[in-house]
């Protein structure tokens, strides 16, 4: 008789904390553990949370597009020959501290950009694609550095225009990082701003 009931005390006190257990598993689940009363635990970000992470995201990048066309006074070969050319790169673009041309197409650019308190410097390449030269081909580029990273496509399309040639050109970048953290318009209206500087310096090599 004795030894039937401690059987039995036992098998209530096993099933006892089996439920025990559980309770502890439910109450306690919310806790942010991996491992909650003995059990895995598996964390989920709650839509809000999800939403602030994408926003965190988005707001250390910047998508940047631009577009314009440019008469240059000079043909198309010979326009095509100066964008392909480092030395003449050099001259025209301010913010190039060194370009070295590795093969036919490819380049390694060292480039120095200030916006707003920030001064960032930026290690990359640059690709040639020439899909159909000398009318039409892309520049692929990405560059990294202490406050970011940058990397962009542009087209460029070259024609005839009455003896000079019709430069139009589209610019699609993503900036991230400290630099992308800074106002849309303010990283915008510099891209821009050293755009105009390269044509106004472009133009004036390719009419000299």
Known sequence: MWLSGSRGSRKRRKRGSAATRQAQVSNCSWLPLDRVCGVPHIRAHSP???ARNDQARNDQERLLELQGDHRIPADRERVFRALCDEAVLMRCISA???MERRSEVEYAARVRLSVGPLKARFEGRVEVEPVDPPGFYVLNGEGTGLLGFAKG???IRLAD???HTLLSYRLTAEIGGRVGQMAAKLVQAKAQSHIDRFFERFT????G
Do not use: K, S, T, Y
């Open 161 to 163: 225009l009455a003896g």
């Open 204 to 207: 004036e090599a390719m009419a």
């Open 96 to 98: 190039l501290e060194a």
């Open 48 to 50: 809000n949370q999800q």
């Open 153 to 155: 496509v542009v087209e």
